[in-house]
């Protein structure tokens, strides 16, 4: 196999991926959803960030990442998104994000995925490394969520249902 074929083969399908992306995004919704309002931007346990601080930050970087990764335009990373204490802005702002993702996500050839960006002009790495961070930190944020909500005698969702 030559090296342009090897840098395009496949284990996984774009659009499995982004099925994957968005299970994630989904259970993450449903993880936001089940915060009592108060405490979804006001408990916390051991130093941590609210859920509300984190959520910004998975706001901050799955819209614009793939917004960055489609046009090639960098922008700084941010996680200071106007939500007025209201959870449903935070939720309407994440279904945004989600389309925006949808819409997006068909624009990323196949070859591109293996190609080395700068991340918000700092984080280096290959366009299917950048995704799976997304995911692996959306899945770390969910789980100390999972925490929060059982510390509050709430039952998060099932995680394996995406």
């Known amino acids: 196999m030559n090296a342009t074929a090897n840098k395009t083969a496949q284990v996984i399908s774009s659009e499995a991926l982004l099925n994957h992306l968005q299970g994630h995004r989904n259970l993450t919704r449903r993880t936001i959803e089940a915060f009592p309002e108060k405490e979804f931007f006001n408990h916390s346990i051991g130093g941590m960030r609210t859920f ?19 046009s090639g335009k960098s922008e700084p990373l941010n996680e200071k998104i106007e939500h007025g204490n209201s959870k449903l802005k935070i939720l309407q702002l994440w279904d945004e994000a989600t389309e925006q993702i949808n819409m997006l996500w068909p624009q990323i050839p196949t070859e591109r995925f293996q190609e080395n960006i700068l991340l918000f002009g700092m984080y280096e790495g290959t366009v299917i490394s950048s995704i799976f961070y997304f995911i692996d930190n959306e899945i770390h944020h969910r789980g100390q969520g999972y925490v929060y909500l059982r510390s509050l005698g709430i039952e998060p969702p099932a995680f394996y249902e995406r």
Request: glycine share 16%; proline share 5%.
């Open 52 to 70: 509300a601080e984190m959520t910004m930050e998975l706001l901050g970087i799955a819209g614009p990442g793939i917004q960055e990764i489609v």
